[in-house]
């Protein structure tokens, strides 16, 4: 109701406590910018170390995820991202996918 | 704040707590009864003399049968209660509104956490399953998210950043060094510190706070009974508790430079115990000091320090135990490790000592001898932007 977008979706609104009133809205193309980071070299990863950071998108939204296809020595504060589908864990032969942030080229 | 406080109308009365560590020589059973022998003697008082139990642990036994078994109770009442990292702290307010209603006149509040059998170098506790979409960052890097955000926001070099989170792991073994509960008993250099094998972000091996073993225990009734136990009481000022809507992971609002919910826990408290100046009226605080950085950012969300200066202060020696305002006296979880459940209780432990001048002298603070009476203890579970806070405090002195 108020337009507070939540990542991942909830039922009941962080920012006027409205209760089953969310509107689903597409972000996989929209843009966002890190908060903050880490670099975890003890959580697992198909592809470690776990880049760790909070994604800030544009128009509002807030996520935490995995940052992939980065160098870890090069993320900062301020680093442009996009969404990528990836695969987060495999167990017994079956795949989890999810959304990781990427840095956009070009604009660090 | 919807909260009344109790202030002045309960009083601890005994306590006790085991060393912490590796000990592999103890079981959970032991460890409880070793915590409840020191503390019934501290009290003087018979374990049935004592009317019902609290007992805090996250995942070293559930239902008060943990308890009751070893101690082999007589039928008495036993609540058995988790609330992450500040379930020790949790267990002594509980057990404090329990004795403040009436409804006991002796109760006692036990933590314990026997970390080291799990076979895993970290907290345990049992979590529901999740949707397997969750980063699953570990602990130490969840926590490694302040420190960018810290020194990006007050303009703090990487380098000098890294000086001042040492800073803080040196002074914390330090004063646990002279600490034979300790779980670690030894100085270690800035150097040693600083050049240590990084964990998560600028997080190092010791920038985090050991894994260990424990139990601590305290015996509290209505402040009016106090004196038949003791003629040094601790009188519990104030007991905040508030559990936060995990704002941070999904609030641009947020910049991971504080904890909103130890913000709010600390006013409740202060407004409780009727403190305007926490770092002027406070003779010490022991701060839940899991990762270098959540100490940092504790000074300023605790009143302490202004924004954006604590690290000067860190720097500056004011929370050194010679300081302005000693902070983690007793060594703090860098040296004492972090059996969830005993930690809130430790703290406490630690005010029991000092605000009643019985540490050694070798370790007893100046501050107390200045006259200053209140000590506070601070106990946090979860991350940054997602976490329960409890700010308590106790005095050697009723109120005026």
Same mark, same amino acid.
Not at chain 1, 28 to 48: C, H, K, N, Q
Not at chain 2, 149 to 168: C, F, Q, S
Not at chain 2, 242 to 248: F, I, L, M, S, T
């Given at each position: 109701? @108020?337009?507070?977008?939540?990542?991942? =979706?909830?039922?009941? @609104?962080?920012?006027?406590?409205?209760?089953?009133?969310?509107?689903?809205?597409?972000?996989?193309?929209?843009?966002?910018?890190?908060?903050?980071?880490?670099?975890?070299?003890?959580?697992?990863?198909?592809?470690? =170390?776990?880049?760790?950071?909070?994604?800030?998108?544009?128009?509002?939204?807030?996520? !935490? @995820?995995?940052?992939?296809?980065?160098? =870890?020595?090069?993320?900062?504060?301020?680093?442009?991202?996009?969404?990528?589908? !990836? !695969?987060?864990?495999?167990?017994?032969?079956?795949?989890?996918?999810?959304?990781?942030?990427?840095?956009?080229?070009?604009?660090? | 704040?919807?909260?009344?406080?109790?202030?002045?109308?309960?009083?601890?009365?005994?306590?006790?707590?085991?060393?912490? %560590?590796?000990?592999?020589?103890?079981?959970?059973?032991?460890?409880?009864?070793?915590?409840?022998?020191? /503390?019934?003697?501290?009290?003087?008082?018979?374990?049935?003399?004592? +009317?019902?139990?609290? *007992?805090?642990?996250?995942?070293?036994?559930?239902?008060?049968?943990?308890?009751?078994?070893?101690?082999?109770?007589?039928?008495?009442?036993?609540?058995?209660?988790?609330?992450?990292?500040?379930?020790?702290?949790?267990?002594?307010?509980?057990?404090?509104?329990?004795?403040?209603?009436?409804?006991?006149?002796?109760?006692?509040?036990?933590?314990?956490?026997?970390?080291?059998?799990?076979?895993?170098?970290?907290?345990?506790?049992?979590?529901?399953?999740? +949707?397997?979409?969750?980063?699953? *960052?570990?602990?130490?890097?969840?926590?490694?998210?302040?420190?960018?955000?810290?020194?990006?926001?007050?303009?703090?070099?990487?380098?000098?950043?890294? +000086?001042?989170?040492?800073?803080?792991?040196?002074?914390?073994?330090?004063?646990?060094?002279?600490?034979?509960?300790?779980?670690?008993?030894?100085?270690?250099?800035?150097?040693?510190?600083?050049?240590?094998?990084?964990? #998560?972000?600028?997080? %190092?091996?010791?920038?985090?706070?050991?894994?260990? +073993?424990?139990?601590?225990?305290?015996?509290?009734?209505?402040?009016?009974?106090?004196?038949?136990?003791?003629?040094?009481?601790?009188?519990?000022?104030?007991?905040?508790?508030?559990?936060?809507?995990? #704002?941070?992971?999904?609030?641009?609002?947020?910049?991971?430079? /504080?904890?909103?919910?130890?913000?709010?826990?600390?006013?409740?408290?202060?407004?409780?115990?009727?403190?305007?100046?926490?770092?002027? &009226?406070?003779?010490? #605080?022991?701060?839940?000091?899991?990762?270098?950085?959540?100490?940092?950012?504790?000074? &300023?969300?605790?009143?302490?320090?202004?924004?954006?200066?604590?690290?000067?202060?860190?720097?500056?020696?004011?929370?050194?135990?010679?300081?302005? *305002?000693?902070?983690?006296?007793?060594?703090?979880?860098?040296?004492?490790?972090?059996?969830?459940?005993?930690?809130?209780?430790?703290? *406490?432990?630690?005010?029991?000592?000092?605000?009643?001048?019985?540490?050694?002298?070798?370790?007893?603070?100046?501050?107390?001898?200045?006259?200053?009476?209140?000590?506070?203890?601070?106990?946090?579970?979860?991350?940054? %932007? &997602?976490?329960?806070?409890?700010? %308590?405090?106790?005095?050697?002195?009723?109120?005026?």
């Amino acid at each position: 109701v @108020c337009g507070f977008r939540h990542l991942p =979706p909830t039922r009941v @609104c962080l920012n006027c406590h409205a209760i089953d009133q969310m509107e689903p809205e597409r972000l996989a193309e929209v843009g966002g910018t890190v908060a903050t980071f880490t670099i975890d070299r003890l959580a697992f990863s198909l592809s470690p =170390p776990v880049i760790g950071v909070v994604v800030d998108f544009d128009g509002g939204g807030r996520y !935490r @995820c995995e940052m992939t296809d980065a160098d =870890p020595d090069a993320v900062r504060i301020g680093t442009r991202v996009g969404m990528t589908f !990836r !695969r987060i864990y495999t167990a017994a032969g079956v795949h989890n996918y999810f959304w990781k942030a990427k840095p956009i080229e070009g604009t660090n | 704040m919807a909260s009344k406080g109790i202030r002045d109308r309960v009083a601890i009365v005994g306590m006790g707590c085991t060393p912490f %560590g590796e000990r592999w020589d103890k079981g959970v059973e032991d460890l409880l009864t070793d915590a409840t022998k020191e /503390t019934v003697a501290s009290a003087g008082v018979a374990l049935g003399d004592i +009317d019902a139990f609290w *007992l805090g642990t996250m995942g070293s036994g559930v239902s008060g049968i943990t308890l009751s078994k070893p101690l082999k109770l007589d039928y008495k009442p036993v609540s058995r209660l988790e609330n992450f990292c500040a379930t020790g702290s949790e267990a002594f307010r509980n057990a404090c509104y329990a004795v403040a209603s009436g409804a006991y006149d002796l109760a006692m509040a036990i933590g314990v956490e026997k970390l080291k059998d799990s076979g895993y170098s970290g907290l345990v506790g049992v979590r529901p399953v999740g +949707d397997g979409t969750d980063p699953g *960052l570990s602990s130490p890097a969840a926590f490694s998210f302040l420190a960018p955000a810290y020194a990006h926001k007050y303009g703090v070099d990487p380098e000098e950043m890294k +000086d001042v989170l040492t800073r803080i792991a040196w002074k914390n073994h330090r004063n646990g060094a002279v600490n034979p509960r300790a779980q670690f008993r030894k100085e270690v250099s800035l150097e040693t510190i600083k050049a240590s094998p990084l964990v #998560a972000g600028q997080l %190092g091996v010791f920038d985090c706070s050991g894994v260990s +073993d424990g139990s601590a225990a305290a015996i509290v009734c209505r402040a009016s009974d106090a004196h038949r136990y003791t003629d040094h009481p601790l009188y519990v000022k104030a007991l905040s508790f508030v559990a936060g809507p995990a #704002a941070g992971p999904i609030d641009p609002g947020y910049d991971y430079t /504080t904890f909103p919910e130890v913000v709010r826990s600390a006013e409740d408290a202060y407004r409780q115990a009727g403190i305007t100046d926490p770092r002027a &009226e406070l003779a010490m #605080a022991e701060v839940h000091d899991c990762f270098t950085p959540t100490e940092l950012v504790l000074m &300023e969300d605790l009143g302490f320090a202004e924004r954006g200066t604590a690290w000067k202060e860190v720097l500056a020696g004011t929370f050194d135990r010679d300081g302005e *305002l000693p902070v983690n006296p007793d060594g703090g979880l860098k040296s004492f490790g972090h059996p969830i459940g005993a930690s809130g209780l430790r703290m *406490l432990f630690e005010c029991w000592l000092q605000l009643r001048r019985e540490a050694p002298p070798e370790r007893q603070i100046a501050s107390v001898d200045a006259g200053r009476t209140l000590g506070l203890t601070h106990n946090l579970g979860g991350a940054p %932007g &997602e976490c329960v806070s409890f700010v %308590g405090v106790v005095g050697s002195e009723p109120s005026a």
